[in-house]
């Protein structure tokens, strides 16, 4: 079964700096992909980037990259000069390619980010 | 473009009584989902609609929450009767496709109270 596991509950990071946000993931479908989501406090899903299992090259998109290691089944996003605005929630979360699948998205528990002045 | 509009954003009612909240999707989109995120956790799929069918409604407790998509648009999500459990964010979210990459995009949710 699909299973998202972000271990991280709070991660605090100074302005400016760079922060890794962990994800695993399991799947036994060879084909899937894997997403993240910023939640602010007001509570809209926010999707930051996007990353495709046969993709070859490591996904960014401005300040997000995402860490991609298939063999470790691992998908991290990382933030790189973090802003006071990035304070928010983090959701991992895959999908598996439908061939007569619905392609619903799993979610993770999620990574409290904190950015300090 | 418009997002994705739900109502009403906050909802506080007493246990078992019934309640509806709504979701209007992007224009043109043929996918809408619904999710549960109870607090402190990630959102969790409770219904996927495919135009107005119904692909995936497996972790729908069908016994007091139903949904309908009657026209291919808009969607309406009920609770008859409500639990406590019940408490939590309702997340619409639609996209052009299902499956792939398909990017889904999320309305502002309905804080749901049950009392």
């Known amino acids: 079964a699909q299973k998202i596991t972000q271990t991280q509950p709070g991660m605090f990071v100074q302005e400016k700096e760079a922060v890794t946000l962990d994800c695993t993931y399991d799947t036994s479908d060879p084909s899937y992909g894997l997403f993240w989501y910023k939640q602010p406090s007001s509570g809209e899903m926010i999707f930051l980037i996007y990353q495709g299992s046969y993709d070859q090259q490591n996904a960014t998109e401005g300040r997000y990259s995402l860490n991609f290691q298939k063999a470790r089944k691992s998908a991290n996003l990382v933030i790189s000069a973090s802003q006071l605005g990035d304070s928010a929630m983090y959701f991992c979360?895959?999908?598996?390619?439908?061939?007569?699948?619905?392609?619903?998205?799993?979610f993770g528990q999620g990574t409290t980010l904190q950015v300090k002045p | 473009e418009a997002g994705v509009a739900q109502s009403p954003r906050y909802k506080i009612i007493e246990k078992r009584q019934s309640v509806a909240f709504w979701c209007n999707p992007i224009?043109?989109?043929?996918?809408l989902y619904w999710y549960q995120q109870i607090l402190g956790q990630g959102p969790k799929l409770l219904i996927q609609f495919q135009n107005n069918g119904v692909v995936d409604d497996s972790q729908l407790p069908k016994d007091r929450f139903s949904a309908e998509r009657l026209k291919g648009v808009d969607s309406t999500l009920k609770i008859q009767p409500a639990k406590l459990e019940d408490s939590a964010v309702y997340l619409c979210?639609?996209?052009?496709?299902?499956?792939?990459?398909?990017?889904?995009?999320f309305g502002p949710g309905t804080r749901l109270t049950v009392l």
């Open positions: 979360a895959m999908r598996e390619v439908p061939s007569g699948n619905t392609g619903k998205l799993i």
């Open positions: 979210a639609s996209s052009l496709a299902s499956g792939g990459y398909n990017e889904q995009f």
């Open positions: 224009s043109g989109h043929a996918t």
